[in-house]
């Protein structure tokens, strides 16, 4: 057990749809990141926040959008949802003092997301 | 266009060592190496990381080549439970760069 949670641990929708995802990390950690690994596309990384601000962007498309809350929690908005966005999706924290995101992630255990 | 290359998959007999390749030919000086490793329905786990010099740490050790463009994970005795798709990972301009992964199976 990482002490990272996601839930859902499942999630079903339809095409058009928009879902949340939600995230807690470790306690104490400061920065948050959103992965989505896919069959075709592999692991890929979305974005992160540190402390409550966006601090890098990585692959993520416009439609999604994430945020993380003075709690440190931080949630993944996925919108106008397309089959091809069927994927696990991770999130991963790490403590990171100095914001420069050299230390040790712990991942999440996932939401798998279908998009029917 | 891929960061990290890896071999997709590797066998090993257990209680041998195994080494893990990977070739980052475009990797820039301030770029940090990382290992994770996925075990099934799991989600990754940090195995190492290093710059320059090789590291080594309770799980595995890290040998990175002097021009910097490869490195090779080396688990020193494979158990069963090492059995997992290892990624190499290459951390630039804040972001982390995950390969294709290899599958190492372990032999009992």
């Known amino acids: 057990d990482s002490g990272v949670t996601q839930t859902p641990k499942h999630l079903i929708t339809a095409t058009g749809q928009r879902v949340t995802l939600r995230c807690s990390p470790r306690?104490?950690?400061?920065?948050v990141y959103w992965y989505q690994q896919s069959l075709d596309q592999g692991l890929q990384f979305l974005i992160q926040y540190y402390n409550g601000e966006e601090r890098a962007k990585g692959n993520i498309l416009e439609r999604f959008s994430a945020q993380q809350f003075p709690d440190l929690h931080s949630e993944l908005n996925l919108s106008s949802l397309e089959l091809g966005d069927s994927a696990l999706y991770f999130c991963a924290s790490s403590v990171d003092p100095t914001g420069l995101t050299l230390d040790t992630q712990y991942f999440g255990p996932g939401t798998r997301l279908t998009v029917l | 266009d891929a960061k990290t290359t890896q071999p997709n998959s590797m066998e090993s007999n257990e209680e041998e060592p195994v080494h893990l390749p990977c070739n980052h030919s475009?990797?820039?000086?301030?770029?940090?190496i990382h290992w994770y490793r996925q075990l099934p329905s799991q989600g990754p786990e940090y195995v190492i990381h290093g710059l320059t010099s090789n590291v080594n740490n309770r799980m595995a050790s890290l040998a990175i080549a002097e021009d910097r463009k490869s490195s090779t994970l080396i688990l020193h005795r494979a158990t069963l439970r090492d059995a997992a798709v290892y990624y190499c990972i290459l951390y630039t301009g804040n972001q982390f760069y995950f390969g294709t992964g290899t599958s190492l199976t372990v032999i009992p």
């Open positions: 475009t990797i820039s000086g301030t770029d940090y």
């Open positions: 306690s104490g950690d400061l920065s």
